[in-house]
């Protein structure tokens, strides 16, 4: 199977084949300040099956090892690569193509959440983030001879 998503203005393209490893809602200051959202809703997939098929996005390391990736002609928030989360590629949900099938399981970062912000959800919520979740991420590890989509050695 594979999914696909896009920018706003359908220049900056993406997909991947196989399963999404993990959907979730982040509460996080960070997520919420790049996207202009009260939450930001996430799917991450293993790198190993996932490329740009349109124009490549810009990427800026808004701190230390963590690299976001946006359209350069619309701005459009796309993506999210850290060295703490080695392999994977975290998609905002946002940006898929059939936005309507995301279907989320858990929350991060859940002591950040704007109390103004009413979720009346039964999904697990976890104060700390994602590193800390139950979720099994051992599918994001690559076999050293594959690259990240930012094109840096991990």
Known sequence: MTTRGH??????????????????YCHCDD?????AAPVVAW?????KNFRWTGDAPKTIESSKGVFRHFCSKC????????????GGMHL?????ETPQDFKPT?????????????????????????????????????NGAEEPA?????
């Open 7 to 24: 920018c706003l203005c359908e220049r900056t393209r993406w997909e991947f084949d196989g399963e999404v490893t993990w959907a979730c």
């Open 31 to 35: 997520c919420r300040r790049n996207c």
């Open 43 to 47: 799917l991450g997939v293993p790198l």
């Open 75 to 86: 701005g459009s928030p796309i993506g999210f690569e850290a060295d703490h989360y080695a």
């Open 92 to 96: 905002y949900a946002a940006s898929l």
């Open 106 to 142: 858990f929350h991060v970062n859940y002591q950040s959440k704007l109390p103004w912000l009413l979720m009346n959800d039964d999904l697990p919520k976890y104060e700390g983030t994602l590193l800390h979740a139950p979720e099994d991420l051992s599918a994001y590890h690559l």
């Open 150 to 154: 930012t094109g840096k050695k991990s």
